[in-house]
């Protein structure tokens, strides 16, 4: 039931017959929620300005969520962890001084996503604020604990969904095209500088790698796709076989979506995501290297600009926004966020 409507609710039909279920109820329940916070947002504090980490010169939300959407975007404070009244503290890492010149990002109440259960009703803006992950829509929910890797090991490879783990433990999937800095950002994530490797070793980058984590969750590494020098024939199995696991892999809690934020959309990742959305597989889009800022050669577009784009080009196959997170392994940006956000929707999982 998980699998068919947690928290991204394609616009287009589910092909493979899944049905809305209780957590739909429950989602939608929280999206009227926001919008009564909204009134009373703008209602008893018209003037309020609260940011998240984005350059000074450029706004998310006063670029273009506005324009797609008439409704007024809630800036969120930059000391948005100095209060996560509900979850387990984490250790956050110190901001390179890149963002300390940093200004508000906007992001519209119905562009964050609000996990299930999850009552945002009752949050003055401050609070409203302190719930959410820095460089993220994501907000926190009571079931974001115990997010702190203190084991991983590389536990098997599996050429088939069917000889995937079978202890029923919850999993992440990443996948992302070649090169977008898969294997650098689960290093990252379980704070090894080699453990992905064994996903590189010839004969392993075409499997499913499952690594344990704290003997009780799975990070899962896919197979890059849309490699250049891939044979056509080659790049087709790889979609069979990525296909298969996320349609059939009833323990997977979401996909991890990794998309280069230093370069602007490119189909490949626009069709991943729409399918991901069409198909129904929870999906979480982690925008990678988003330390690399300004590249001329890039069309001069900055990680944000780049990021609002690929939600602006996705958005009619959802029905609500998905979760989407900044990051960079240069300097560990989003790291501790993703595990929170990894930690609340496998919390969840394990409870329904
Ligand atoms: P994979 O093919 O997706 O596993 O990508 P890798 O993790 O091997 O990274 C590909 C290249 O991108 C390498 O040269 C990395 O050093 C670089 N890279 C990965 N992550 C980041 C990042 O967050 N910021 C920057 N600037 N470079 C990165």
Not at 52 to 78: D, E, W, Y
Not at 161 to 166: G, H, K, L, S
Not at 239 to 264: E, G
Request: aromatic content about 10%; some cysteine; glycine content about 4%.
């Amino acid at each position: 039931a998980f699998r068919c409507g947690y928290f991204l609710q394609p616009l287009s039909s589910n092909i493979h017959g899944c049905s809305q279920n209780l957590d739909r109820e429950n989602y939608t329940h929280d999206y009227t929620d926001i919008k009564e916070v909204k009134i009373m947002i703008l209602a008893q504090l018209p003037r309020l300005h609260l940011s998240i980490f984005a350059k000074s010169h450029f706004s998310l939300a006063s670029s273009h969520f506005n324009l797609i959407n008439p409704n007024p975007p809630v800036k969120l404070a930059k000391t948005l962890f100095s209060s996560l009244a509900t979850v387990e503290p984490v250790p956050l890492p110190v901001s390179d001084s890149s963002h300390l010149e940093d200004a508000p990002m906007e992001i519209p109440l119905d562009k964050l996503f609000i996990p299930p259960e999850t009552d945002i009703s009752g949050d003055d803006p401050s609070r409203l604020a302190a719930r959410i992950l820095k460089g993220s829509n994501i907000v926190l929910s009571k079931y974001a604990r115990d997010a702190q890797v203190v084991q991983a090991d590389y536990v098997k490879s599996s050429v088939r969904t069917e000889d995937c783990p079978a202890d029923g433990l919850p999993e992440f999937a990443l996948v992302g095209r070649s090169n977008v800095g898969k294997s650098s950002l689960l290093n990252s994530l379980v704070k090894r500088k080699r453990l992905a490797l064994t996903s590189k070793k010839p004969g392993k980058t075409q499997c499913i790698n499952h690594f344990r984590i704290n003997d009780n969750w799975y990070l899962v590494d896919l197979p890059g796709y849309g490699y250049a020098s891939a044979p056509h024939e080659l790049k087709k199995d790889w979609n069979k076989f990525t296909k298969d696991y996320f349609l059939n892999r009833s323990t997977l809690v979401s996909v991890f979506l990794l998309v280069d934020a230093s370069l602007p959309a490119k189909q490949i990742d626009l069709d991943y995501a729409s399918w991901l959305g069409q198909n129904q597989v929870p999906m979480t889009m982690v925008f990678t290297k988003c330390d690399k800022r300004k590249k001329k050669k890039n069309g001069g577009k900055k990680p944000e600009e780049n990021i609002k784009e690929f939600q602006d080009l996705i958005q009619g196959f959802f029905e609500t926004t998905p979760p989407w997170i900044m990051t960079s392994s240069v300097t560990n940006q989003g790291r501790d966020e993703i595990l929170l956000h990894m930690a609340q929707l496998r919390n969840y999982w394990l409870k329904h």
